[in-house]
């Protein structure tokens, strides 16, 4: 499968000015996931300028219904 890098780009909400895995979802995906996250574009903005990306702090969101 084509990585549609540049498409994902256009969608993706990482606020990690030098993460080098910006529009490689698969990438992103597997290194959240490696380290117990999720990726931003699963949290709301606000949420997401917090890089708590735990699986927890998501718990917790969706807890207070904010995600």
């Not at 990585?3 to 993706?12: G, Y």
């Not at 606000?46 to 718990?59: G, K």
Request: net charge positive; with cysteine; aromatic share 8%.
């Amino acid at each position: 499968m084509e990585c549609q890098k540049e498409r994902n780009l256009k969608d993706c909400t990482c606020s990690y000015a030098s993460c080098n895995k910006k529009g490689i979802c698969c990438e992103c995906l597997r290194y959240h996931l490696k380290s117990r996250q999720l990726p931003g574009c699963c949290f709301s903005a606000e949420a997401e300028r917090t890089y708590d990306r735990s699986f927890e702090h998501f718990a917790r969101l969706v807890m207070a219904r904010q995600v």
